[in-house]
């Protein structure tokens, strides 16, 4: 069988948007899976996902199942086969990525610089400049608000919503900038 130009360019979506979701520490057939589910007119069977994508089907299987515990992916009908929509709220599942990840990395930098700080200044003597330590403590705690920001956001749903929200974002950050 030779695919289409847009079945070519399809799979190129749903390949790229799998390596985005590998760098985001989860597996690629997860974003090759959904965008497929997600730019599909209708519902699409588990067999369908795995022949338009050249997998095996325990392998959609596993991904399916993972994305559907992540609320990501949801079943359009009943019964074990019934075919799969995609979840397109997907901030939630960002939100638990940042949580547990840059949160907790920032956490740590951000305990691990105290504690430095502290030393450097019990040790004056010592090569450690405090007031150094104290700036990139400053832009730990900057680093980590922001990110709590951005966890306890609740980015709407809809594209429309969405486009709103970003720009209503971008004023934000421009009005910030020109504060500073």
């Not at 979840?87 to 504690?115: C, F, G, H, T």
């Amino acid at each position: 069988m030779n695919p289409s130009s847009l079945d070519r360019r399809v799979l190129a979506a749903c390949d790229a948007a799998g390596a985005f979701i590998e760098y985001w520490g989860f597996k690629a057939i997860h974003g090759r899976v959904w965008t497929l589910v997600a730019i599909s007119r209708a519902p699409l069977s588990q067999t369908e996902v795995a022949e338009r994508l050249g997998v095996s089907r325990s392998l959609v299987s596993q991904a399916v199942a993972d994305l559907e515990s992540r609320g990501l992916l949801r079943q359009a009908g009943e019964g074990r086969k019934a075919p799969l929509q995609a979840v397109w709220d997907v901030w939630p599942v960002i939100a638990d990525v940042l949580r547990k990840r840059e949160w907790q990395m920032l956490d740590e930098a951000r305990l691990s610089l105290e504690a430095a700080l502290e030393e450097a200044e019990l040790s004056p003597a010592g090569d450690i400049d405090p007031g150094r330590v104290r700036v990139l403590l400053s832009m730990t705690e900057i680093a980590q608000t922001f990110v709590g920001v951005l966890i306890a956001l609740r980015v709407p749903a809809s594209v429309e919503k969405v486009a709103d929200w970003m720009g209503r974002a971008r004023l934000l950050v421009q009005t910030l900038r020109g504060v500073g």
